[in-house]
């Protein structure tokens, strides 16, 4: 991996006027950096914030504040063909295949349209070629091309969409939620194609996802959001096996284990109240209304996001 990430957010603010003199903070001043080759995922409930980061990172969002540097450049300062050509970089696979998909479309033009936004295998036999050649890469066959998406499954309808954002060579890939829309005997098929994917083209993804099992088995680092926060980041194996934020540790209990011996002694921690409004958060830690940790501390002091261990942040007064 080399030194400089090649993505780093950073105090990354994403605000919403909502009218009546409302504010939604979607995001709220998250930062983290994603290394060349490595897989950063994203987890939380929903309405924590995982999307509108990511559509923000992209610059589909333009950010209330903040920086997202991609390869030491702030996106945000650029414009014209500058932004045109950063966008060649960084692509993303959308949560719903049935609906990112343009149903008047054919196979082929959804696949091509990148390359003729872009300038990109100028001749109709080579766009052809290039459309074939991603189609096979993702499991499909060149005979699809002609075909529109309702002819398709879900799954094949996502690998459609997986193959629109190759079609440009990115380096980075955004993945919201790229599974949760599928069945999920089919769900395990995307994840290991975007895995040899990742492994034979050297690309970089951020996962966003709520289901923590999946994104144990693909991420590197899990960073954990709630309500437009991230409020803990380690590596994989660390996070599941030494979870210190009372959230993630909510979050890993929920999760089912085969064995029914070990399920049935497994502590159960159940969060009470539902999730507050990003319109109107807490004050101090927005967790402290759901934690059995809460203080009058938490209500008065925001905790940061500090190293409590080598590569292990977490942001709580009582870690």
Do not use: W
């Not at 610059?59 to 014209?80: A, C, H, K, M, W």
């Not at 045109?84 to 008047?104: G, H, T, V, W």
């Not at 967790?287 to 501390?297: G, N, Q, S």
Request: charged share 20%; proline share 6%.
């Amino acid at each position: 991996m080399s030194k400089q990430p090649l993505v780093e957010v950073d105090q990354l603010m994403k605000y919403f006027n909502i009218g009546g003199g409302a504010t939604l903070k979607a995001v709220n001043n998250i930062s983290f950096s994603i290394q060349q080759g490595e897989t950063l995922g994203v987890v939380g409930e929903s309405g924590c914030g995982k999307s509108t980061a990511g559509r923000t990172i992209l610059r589909l969002y333009e950010p209330t504040t903040g920086q997202v540097r991609f390869e030491g450049t702030n996106i945000y300062d650029l414009s014209g063909s500058k932004l045109k050509a950063m966008r060649r970089e960084m692509q993303m696979i959308f949560q719903d295949p049935y609906a990112s998909l343009n149903p008047r479309m054919t196979v082929s033009d959804i696949i091509a349209e990148p390359l003729l936004i872009h300038n990109l295998n100028a001749s109709r036999a080579e766009r052809k070629k290039r459309v074939e050649d991603l189609l096979d890469l993702v499991g499909l066959n060149a005979e699809h091309a002609t075909r529109y998406p309702h002819e398709f499954s879900g799954g094949q309808r996502q690998r459609i969409g997986i193959a629109r954002a190759l079609a440009v060579n990115p380096k980075f890939i955004i993945c919201d939620e790229p599974i949760s829309a599928l069945d999920v005997s089919i769900q395990a098929q995307v994840v290991n194609l975007l895995q040899d994917l990742q492994r034979d083209l050297g690309l970089t993804y951020l996962f966003i996802a709520h289901d923590l099992s999946m994104v144990k088995h693909i991420s590197d680092r899990v960073a954990v959001m709630y309500l437009g926060k991230v409020v803990e980041l380690a590596t994989s194996e660390e996070l599941y096996a030494n979870p210190q934020h009372p959230y993630t540790r909510a979050l890993l209990s929920a999760i089912p284990i085969p064995d029914p011996e070990v399920e049935a002694t497994k502590e159960r921690v159940v969060l009470k109240g539902d999730l507050p409004s990003p319109i109107n958060p807490p004050s101090g830690c927005h967790f402290r209304t759901r934690c059995p940790m809460a203080t009058e501390k938490c209500a008065s002091v925001e905790p940061e996001l500090v190293e409590t261990k080598s590569g292990h942040f977490a942001a709580c007064h009582y870690i």
